[in-house]
C-alpha cells in the first residue's frame, strides 16, 4: 500500500527533523562517491516558460532511493500560483516497489536548498555580517534568509527585485517575521552595503559583475541551475578567493560555473566541493578579506536524504 | 487537486481506449519531431538486480507532460511479488502543476509495450502464422501473445523457459485462456515450428543466432531495454530483410541494435523507425519470405499517450 502524504503534514514533520546535519550528510556522502545519482533529468518550456528537474538516485546499501521533481515556472503568478511545484517519489531499492508518494508541492526542495545555503554560510560567510542582501522576492528569497538565524544575528535585508510590487510584498512579508527589510532596484545598493549576498533569481542575465566585489564578501548563488541561466558575471569566479560548488560534475553543465568554465575564467581543480568542505570540519575562509562564492544547482543527494527524513518522521508521528 | 487513481480504476478504463490508435499516433508524432523526449534516465542496481527507467517528454503545444517511472526487480518472486512497478504522472504544460498521479504498478507500460508489439506485428508479421514462438514466461510474454489476437487467429503457442515451473504455470494459465501451449527448453523448438517469435526476458546472452533463421520469419525483441541486456545475437540483424526500431536514437544506446551497431552488423541508416512505417500507412513486409526485426526499447510518446488517454477517460467515467 503506497502511502501518500501532502503538504501540511509534511511541513509539521520537518521540526523533528536535523536538517543541516542530514544535508550535511548528504553532501559528504556524495563526494565520496557512495551516491549513485544520474546527470539530472530536465524538460524546458517555451510558452509560457518554464523548467522541470528530475533529481533522482540512491545511496550504495541504503533501503530506498529517490526520484524528485521539481518545476519552476515563471509566470504563474499571472493564475495566482506559485512558481514552484513539485513531489517527491521514495523507492524500495530491494523490489523497486513505490514505498511513499510526498506531495510536497516543491516545499522540500525549497527547505534543502535553503539548508544547503546555511551549510555553506557555515563554512564561507565572514564571521560579521554587515547585511544581508538578497536579489529575487520569491520564496527562496525569503526561505534563504530565514535558514541564515543559526548562522548570524543579522536581521538587515536589502532586498533587489524588478518589480515594484513583489519588492514591496517581500518587505512587509519579512517585516512581519522581524527584518528589517531595504527595498532597491539597483544593485549597486546591496553590493556597497552587504557582505553576505543570496542570489535567488532565475536571470540568464548576469546580475552582479566584478565592480560590484568588495573584500570580504560572501555570495550563494542559488538561482541558477540550468544550462541557460546565470546571475554572476562569470568573471567574478576568476576574482573570488574561494569558490565552492555542490557538485564538480554538475557545475559543468549547469549553473555559473559553467559559464566561467567555457569562458576560462576558472579549472575545475581550482573548486572546492562541498561535500570536502563538511568532511574537512573547518571553516573554508581563512581571513575575513576573502571573497567567497558558493554555486549551488542542488543534488539529487539533497532530494535523497530529506524525502528519507521526511517518511521516517512521518511514519513516527503516525505511530 | 491532484487526483489520483488507482491500479482498479486504470484497468477499467482501457476498455474504453483506441489503444493502437493512440499510440500509433504517438509513435507518428515522435517520428516527426513533435515530441519532446530527453534520454531515458536509469538507475540500475546490483544487489538484488533490478532497473529502474524514467521515461519522459511530452508533445508540442499539448496541455500535458508525463513522466513515467517503471521498474523491473527480476528477483521480486522470492518476495511473492511481480517484477514490475511503477506509476504515471501528468503534469501541467502550462504551470508545471501535477494533474494526476496514476498508481498502475507497472500496468500501463505493459500495455502500451504490448500494444507496441501489435503494431509491428501489423508492418512486419507474414501473412499466415503458424505458430507464436515466446521466449519468457512472464507478464509480457502472456500479455504480448493476447494483444497480437487482433492480428492473426494462431493460438498454437510455443513457450520457451529457464523454469520448469514457470514454463507449467504460463501453460495451465494460457490453456485456460484459450491457448494451445507447447513448453520447451530448447531455442530450435521455438525456431523450427514459429514464424511469429517474441522475445520478452531479460537476459544478457542471447537467446537466437543466426543458425534459428528462417525465411519468413518476424521476431520482435522487447525484453532488452537497457544497454547490457541483448536476446538476439547481433548477426541476426544483418541477416535481417527489413529492421524496425521504435526510435533510431535511443537504439543507439539500448536495446538490440546498439550490439549490431557498435559490432558492424548493421548501419543506423539501415533501420527504419517505427513512427515513419506507421506514416507511410502500409505494409513494410513485400514478400512472405522475408526475415523482419523490430527492436522494442519503449519510448516516452507511448507512455505520454497511454496516460493522457486513461486520465480523459478516468475524467469521462467519473462524471
Known amino acids: 500500500m503506497v502511502k501518500i502524504h501532502k503538504l501540511d503534514q509534511i511541513k509539521k514533520t520537518l521540526d523533528d527533523i536535523n536538517l543541516d546535519e542530514i544535508i550535511e550528510s548528504g553532501f559528504a556522502a556524495y563526494s565520496v562517491g557512495d551516491v549513485i545519482t544520474p546527470p539530472v533529468g530536465e524538460l524546458v518550456f517555451e510558452d509560457p516558460p518554464g523548467d522541470t528537474h528530475i533529481k533522482y538516485g540512491y545511496i550504495k546499501e541504503d533501503d530506498y532511493f529517490v526520484i524528485k521533481i521539481a518545476s519552476g515556472f515563471y509566470q504563474n503568478y499571472k493564475f495566482n500560483l506559485p512558481s514552484g511545484s513539485g513531489l517527491m517519489l521514495v523507492f524500495s531499492q530491494k523490489t523497486g516497489a513505490l514505498d511513499t508518494i510526498l506531495l510536497d508541492e516543491g516545499y522540500l526542495t525549497n527547505v534543502r536548498t535553503a539548508v544547503a545555503g546555511q551549510i555553506v ?59 528589517e527589510v531595504e527595498v532597491t532596484q539597483d544593485p549597486n545598493n546591496i553590493s556597497c552595503s552587504c557582505n553576505l549576498i543570496l542570489m535567488t533569481t532565475p536571470s540568464t542575465v548576469p546580475l552582479l559583475n566584478c565592480s560590484n566585489l568588495r573584500p570580504g564578501m560572501h555570495i550563494t548563488a542559488m538561482g541558477s541551475d540550468t544550462h541557460d541561466k546565470q546571475e554572476l558575471e562569470s568573471r567574478i569566479l576568476n576574482q573570488a578567493d574561494i569558490v565552492v560548488t555542490d557538485s564538480l560534475e554538475q557545475c559543468k553543465l549547469r549553473g555559473e560555473i559553467h559559464h566561467g568554465l567555457n569562458e576560462g575564467h576558472i579549472k575545475l581543480n581550482e573548486i572546492f566541493e562541498l561535500g570536502q568542505v563538511i568532511l574537512g570540519r573547518k571553516r573554508l575562509r581563512t581571513s575575513e578579506e576573502q571573497i567567497t562564492v558558493a554555486d549551488l544547482t542542488g543534488i539529487a543527494a539533497q532530494d ?7 517518511c521516517k518522521a512521518l511514519e513516527a508521528n503516525s505511530s
Chains 1, 2 share one sequence.
Open 304 to 310: 535523497i536524504q530529506i524525502a528519507k527524513a521526511a
Open 121 to 179: 554560510a557555515k563554512y564561507l560567510a565572514p564571521d560579521k555580517i554587515d547585511k544581508i542582501g538578497v536579489f529575487g522576492t520569491g520564496t527562496m528569497a525569503r526561505m534563504q534568509v530565514q535558514f541564515l538565524k543559526s548562522i548570524t544575528d543579522c536581521i538587515q535585508v536589502v532586498v533587489w527585485g524588478r518589480s515594484e510590487s513583489s519588492l514591496d510584498k517581500y518587505k512587509k512579508d519579512m517585516q512581519e517575521i522581524g527584518y
